[in-house]
């Protein structure tokens, strides 16, 4: 089994940054790619971003482009979610997952293992 703990969330001003991470164990991290997605207080689960197991190839969310990273060290078995001029829209749990094979997908459904989620909080 997989298991995914996130860590750097926090609550922060608008404009400011964070970098949350996220901690792999269980099986060989190259087989999966990894994934960031997020759940804002009443709403659906929204894909942030996403990476391949060689970084070869790197999704984002329409709503972070340009403001959000996100990355990989195959060597440590940890994902990073970079976060940029945040807004407070970008209020959220952020939740790490894996999905086995080497594509990205953007729909949560299709993704195997999550962790537990680290809240992000940003205030005006």
């Known amino acids: 089994q997989v298991q995914l703990v996130e860590s750097g969330g926090d609550s922060v001003q608008a404009g400011a940054s964070l970098r949350l991470s996220c901690d792999f164990s269980?099986?060989?991290?190259?087989?999966?790619?990894m994934g960031w997605f997020r759940r804002a207080p009443g709403k659906g689960r929204e894909f942030v971003a996403g990476?391949?197991?060689?970084?070869?190839?790197?999704l984002y969310g329409d709503a972070v482009k340009g403001r959000f990273f996100i990355s990989r060290d195959n060597n440590k078995k940890m994902a990073h979610l970079q976060m940029n001029n945040l807004r407070a829209d970008d209020t959220a749990t952020y939740y790490c997952a894996a999905l086995m094979g080497t594509v990205v997908v953007k729909g949560s459904e299709d993704w195997d293992y999550w962790g537990q989620g680290t809240l992000v909080t940003v205030s005006e």
């Open positions: 269980g099986r060989t991290f190259i087989s999966f790619s």
């Open positions: 990476v391949t197991y060689n970084s070869g190839t790197k």
